[in-house]
């Protein structure tokens, strides 16, 4: 019994690996564009399997410092990342079944892999968009690069970029940071158990 | 010697001082009229909303304006019914059969009155209709586009001046006409048998619930009278309809002396409802007449224009209890209802008072067949029984009255150049206040519905002489902003207008600019001849017809460059503007073109036909200051001796024919064909 999670944790665990649905319906990343000509903001939304927003509009600006047409298809991420998000959470289910704290652990390890990966992933994206342009744009500045932001605030040219979570990140967020408290709270309560 | 220099510099300075009290005597310069705080109230700092859109119209410019207030600002001008080469309007292809009438295409007219669209007699916010004073017509503008709709021409009418004002629920606009004309079969009468075979008539056009779209329900016939201005009832009086007239003398010739020797005229009282019924019940007579109705497709982004044949025309012989006259003094010109409909007052322009008639003791006169005669075989309803009162004295040349919601009504006075506040109910003056100069319409926010927002009245001046700096012969019209907030009118602002302004009105902004549409969307565009995408671009001939599928986006046009052309053909540029983008419209102009620009809004497409005379390479280009590479945003087109054989060629980014190895294309290669 001492290495089981509690009712409660396990509800709690249950419960955070089922909201990750909520990663399907909701947007999980934001990019918002601010210029002097674009007031009332420009924004891309990124879902785990594609894209929306003011996307073309983006594209049509961007074209002119040679930055690729974005597009659903340069994102192969799109096709796995749901079978990802299943797959987490399933595995978080399992854990809540079985109860094992150290189940619980691994599984929280493996989120901190996956998280890293998809951090990864969305800095390699944004280096090559920022670097990787078409040597005849109209605009060619010899040394400026446009990769956007990996996460906050920075200036590209006349524009503002802020890249942030969306509701659908919040709640991935929300879910593994809930996670991570009931691991905590079980080795804590499970410490003071064993040098009692 | 002495005393005669003394007597002679007394003298001198006696006269000159009396000079200078003689000046003294001259009335105080018009800016005194402004109190201190003026212009705070009147400021809308940058990046700021105006609390109000006033809608003016733009008497002889044909067109209709629109306005921030208490700004003042002008935010955009709407082609209505003049042609307008800056926006295409009555040049490109698309907009041509607005214009159309049965005398083909007119390209101006002389827009006097707007109505708002109404619901319950409040605003609703959904249309604009206004007057075509010259070659009769009614149009209406959407305000979700802020562009003319709909434009239908009124047949047996000659001045369209009686409106367009609207019933309660937007049931219909009406179209008095000013002149009478002779009707039927045989038009070609000596002008001086006026008494004789001279007819009126006031139209009713419905409009749809719905889609807005008009359709000219009935005419009703009346005597050879001049129909001015009307207003629709409200409430209790929602049924009815009134329209001030003048002429009752029938006169043809110098109207001025000859339409002004009758003590009164009238305010012609007519139950629309009644004449719905008649008009549904076919009491009327199917005439044949030739009218145009011209509509614009936001899908196709095109007008059609249709001549229509007939027209149902109720004669009052036939339809007892529809139309009644009510004597009122002196040749009226405003008409308008009070907003609980109970007060109809009239202005009778060389009058000494302002009548104000009683809703309530028009029907009980009407039902005690309280008659002063006839007039034409209508019942004239006795002045004495109708009438709730005269405000004496209330200034000279009253013209058009609005109301406040708190039982006052404000008069405009062409003569003694000034508005008059007074109350409905006592018919007390409360307040007057000067105008510079000569005052025509009136408008308070509101005004002439049920429910006035009040705050405000704005004049709507006829003269400006010295108020601004001088232009040469030509001044500038111009409107005033007066606070009505407090007891006393307090002058806030003069505005320069557009064209002449007649009426307007003025509705809260958060009404219309929620609705505002930002873009046509692309997947709704159902031109025939858009392109949509570059690689959909494309050039035929058909017969002697080039037809270019063009598009736009920042920045370049596909194709540009076009080679082919033939002397005598026509050139149809048809210019799709690709963007998605709010305002980002993109222009269209191509050198020698005997028309006008293309001013294409993101998602439309618009056409300009161009026929070349020369032989030679033409430049296009983008008018529309769109990107940072506008000035790039050009092209050529080519055009050859009509027996030439260069073949039709198109292309973007890459030479076709292929001239030189293609190393230096900045943009990857459109889809070329050569045909």
Same mark, same amino acid.
């Given at each position: 019994m001492k290495n089981n999670l509690t009712t409660t944790s396990r509800i709690l665990v249950a419960f955070a690996s089922g909201a990750l649905v909520c990663a399907f319906f909701l947007p999980v990343w934001r990019i918002d564009l601010f210029a002097p000509q674009y007031p009332e903001g420009l924004m891309m939304n990124i879902w785990i399997n594609g894209l929306s927003g003011d996307v073309e509009i983006i594209n049509g600006l961007n074209h002119y410092i040679g930055m690729k047409h974005i597009s659903v298809d340069m994102f192969p991420e799109f096709k796995f990342l749901p079978y990802v998000v299943g797959f987490f959470m399933l595995l978080g289910m399992l854990v809540a079944i079985t109860g094992k704290r150290k189940f619980l652990l691994w599984y929280l390890i493996l989120t901190v892999i996956g998280g890293a990966l998809a951090v990864y992933d969305f800095y390699r994206w944004g280096y090559d968009y920022g670097? &990787?342009?078409?040597? &005849? =744009? =109209?605009i060619r500045v010899p040394g400026l690069s446009y990769q956007p932001p990996l996460f906050g605030h920075k200036r590209l040219l006349n524009f503002d970029a802020y890249s942030f979570p969306d509701v659908g990140g919040w709640v991935v967020v929300g879910a593994s940071a809930l996670a991570f408290t009931v691991w905590f709270v079980e080795w804590y309560r499970h410490r003071k158990k064993t040098t009692v | 010697m002495k005393h005669t220099f003394f007597k002679t510099m007394l003298a001198l300075v006696v006269l000159t001082a009396s000079f200078l009290s003689f000046q003294g005597c001259k009335p105080k310069g018009a800016q005194s009229a402004v109190s201190g705080d003026a212009a705070a109230k009147a400021y809308v700092a940058p990046g700021k909303y105006d609390e109000f859109y006033n809608f003016v119209s733009g008497g002889f410019s044909g067109q209709m304006s629109v306005y921030g207030l208490p #700004?003042?600002? %002008?935010f955009r001008v709407i082609p209505v019914f003049s042609v307008d080469p800056e926006k295409g309007w009555g040049y490109s292809e698309e907009t041509k059969p607005m214009l159309n009438t049965s005398h083909g295409f007119v390209p101006w007219d002389d827009l006097h009155h707007i109505a708002l669209s109404v619901t319950k007699s409040e605003h609703d916010g959904r249309w604009a209709f206004g007057n075509a004073n010259n070659t009769p017509r009614i149009a209406r503008i959407d305000m979700k586009t802020f562009r003319t709709a709909e434009i239908i021409e009124i047949p047996n009418s000659a001045g369209n001046h009686s409106s367009p004002f609207i019933t309660e629920n937007s049931e219909y606009v009406v179209a008095g006409t000013r002149f009478s004309v002779p009707m039927g079969d045989n038009l070609d009468v000596p002008i001086n048998t006026y008494k004789d075979n001279f007819k009126g008539t006031v139209s009713f056009i419905g409009i749809d619930k719905t889609s807005g779209e008009m359709n000219l329900s009935f005419q009703i016939a009346t005597p050879g009278i001049n129909f001015d201005l009307a207003r629709a009832g409200k409430g209790k009086s929602a049924g009815w309809f009134f329209f001030s007239c003048y002429n009752s003398e029938k006169a043809n010739t110098l109207l001025e002396v000859n339409a002004s020797q009758k003590d009164k005229d009238f305010i012609m009282a007519v139950n629309w409802k009644k004449a719905e019924e008649y008009a549904k019940a076919g009491k009327g007579v199917k005439k044949q007449v030739k009218y145009a109705h011209n509509k614009y497709n936001e899908s196709t982004h095109s007008a059609t224009s249709e001549i229509k044949n007939e027209v149902l025309v109720l004669d009052p012989k036939d339809c007892p209890d529809m139309v009644y006259f009510m004597p009122c003094p002196k040749s009226p010109h405003g008409c308008d209802t009070d907003p609980t409909g109970e007060y109809i007052v009239g202005s009778g322009k060389l009058a000494a008072v302002i009548p104000v008639f009683s809703f309530a003791k028009i029907e009980a006169a009407i039902a005690a067949k309280n008659y002063d005669g006839e007039y034409d075989g209508i019942p004239v309803l006795k002045y004495e029984a109708v009438l709730h009162g005269e405000v004496q004295k209330p200034g000279l040349g009253p013209l058009h009255t609005e109301f406040d919601g708190n039982g006052n009504a404000y008069t405009s006075f062409f003569v003694s150049s000034e508005i008059v506040k007074w109350n409905i109910k006592d018919l007390k003056v409360l307040d007057r206040v000067n105008t510079y *100069? #000569?005052?025509g319409h009136l408008c308070v926010p509101g005004g002439p519905t049920s429910k006035p927002h009040g705050k405000y009245v704005i004049a709507y001046n006829k003269i400006t002489k010295d108020r601004y700096l001088p232009t040469g012969p030509e001044l500038t019209q111009s409107a005033q902003l007066f606070d009505i907030s407090g007891d006393k009118m307090k002058l806030v602002l003069d505005f320069p207008t557009i064209g002449e302004p007649h009426y307007a009105e003025a509705i809260p902004a958060s009404m219309i600019m929620k609705n505002s549409q930002k873009i046509f969307k692309l997947e709704e @565009?159902?031109?025939? *001849?858009?392109? %949509?995408? !570059? @690689?959909n671009a494309k050039v035929e001939r058909k017969g002697n017809e080039i037809h270019v599928y063009m598009t736009s986006i920042r920045s370049h046009f596909t194709p540009d460059n076009i080679e082919g052309v033939k002397l005598g053909e026509t050139v149809y540029f048809h210019v799709t503007n690709l963007e998605q983008d709010w305002d980002v419209p993109h222009g269209f102009a191509v050198k020698g073109a005997a028309n006008a620009e293309l001013l294409i809004m993101p998602g439309e497409t618009q056409t300009l036909a161009w026929k070349p005379e020369k032989a030679g390479v033409y430049p296009m280009y983008c008018t !529309?200051?769109? #990107?940072?590479l506008h000035q790039e945003m050009q092209g050529y087109i080519r055009v050859s001796p009509a027996g030439s054989n260069v073949p039709l060629t198109f292309s973007t980014g890459t030479n076709l024919p292929a001239a030189k190895p293609a190393a230096a294309t900045t943009a990857p290669a459109e889809k070329s064909t050569t045909k």
């Open positions: 670097h &990787n342009l078409d040597p &005849n =744009a =109209a | #700004s003042g600002r %002008l *100069y #000569s005052i @565009n159902k031109h025939p *001849y858009a392109a %949509l995408g !570059d @690689n !529309d200051f769109c #990107s940072a």
